[in-house]
């Protein structure tokens, strides 16, 4: 969705700009992003291949091998295997726009997490989380910001979204998540703001009342985008979790497509061994 590629060509074939993007942070964190063309992709119901990298279901483990090169400035090929284990998977889906056209599905709240990336220290297990967002139209079509974050819990994991749509209308949803994937509607802590990036994003989240949310680490930070750690407190416990920030008004300007070219890649054809 964020391939200024697609976004020139019209996007009139989604299936001839497909990509798996992969982000490691920290010290010699890389990020890589290759636009590529339909002859890269490979689909079944369990399997999810694009050129040199795939996602597969194995059992109850989503297996991700990756074989990428990372952008400029820090071009390097990042290849290994990632393993995400849910503790379930649910069944909960929110329509972020009235008609539907635009779709968040959380499909494991909870999971661990298992990296083996070949380059030293790039090896570790810990938390994991799984979701995706589905939609028919450009997001910049129909929102102009949006944030979301998701902290895992004494009892499972919490997610917030809160979006500002073109139309002025607002979205604010909350979803508490138990270890079997079982979910229920919360009720939505205030709306609490916190310190912008370094691009000047505006940021917030959902915090108890008197707390003020604070960034842990940075994760990426973009002209529109930013991806963070961040710590909140919920309903009297505190928690780290992973935070973004989307300026859709930021996005719309044709002014970032050549800049964003840069990190992105087109590789438009591919040869199968």
């Avoid at 508490?176 to 979910?183: E, I, K, L, P, S």
């Avoid at 710590?231 to 009297?236: M, S």
């Avoid at 996005?251 to 438009?268: G, I, T």
Wanted: hydrophobic share 35%; glycine share 8%.
């Amino acid at each position: 969705m964020f391939s200024p590629w697609y976004r020139w060509s019209g996007r009139k074939c989604p299936q001839d700009h497909v990509c798996i993007n992969v982000a490691t942070y920290g010290p010699g964190g890389r990020f890589t992003m290759t636009d590529r063309g339909q002859s890269a992709l490979r689909q079944t119901a369990s399997r999810l291949q694009v050129g040199p990298s795939m996602m597969r279901w194995d059992g109850n483990d989503l297996v991700i091998e990756i074989n990428e090169v990372s952008s400029p400035p820090l071009i390097n090929r990042i290849k290994g295997e990632i393993r995400v284990t849910p503790s379930a998977i649910t069944n909960v889906e929110l329509p972020l726009t009235p008609d539907g056209a635009h779709i968040w599905r959380p499909f494991a709240p909870r999971a661990r997490i298992s990296v083996d990336i070949d380059r030293p220290g790039w090896q570790w297990q810990g938390e994991g989380y799984f979701d995706a967002n589905f939609g028919s139209r450009a997001l910049e079509e129909d929102f102009s910001y949006w944030t979301w974050g998701r902290f895992p819990t004494a009892k499972g994991a919490t997610c917030f979204y809160d979006a500002t749509r073109l139309d002025g209308t607002e979205l604010s949803a909350g979803f508490a998540f138990d270890h079997d994937g079982n979910a229920r509607d919360i009720e939505m802590p205030p709306k609490t703001g916190f310190r912008r990036t370094l691009w000047a994003v505006k940021r917030e989240t959902r915090a108890d009342a008197g707390y003020k949310p604070h960034q842990v680490m940075s994760m990426l930070d973009a002209p529109f985008y930013s991806r963070s750690a961040v710590r909140t407190k919920i309903d009297g416990e505190e928690t780290t979790g992973v935070h973004e920030a989307l300026d859709l008004t930021r996005f719309r300007s044709p002014l970032l497509k050549p800049m964003l070219a840069v990190r992105v890649p087109r590789r438009k054809n591919w040869i199968w061994d």
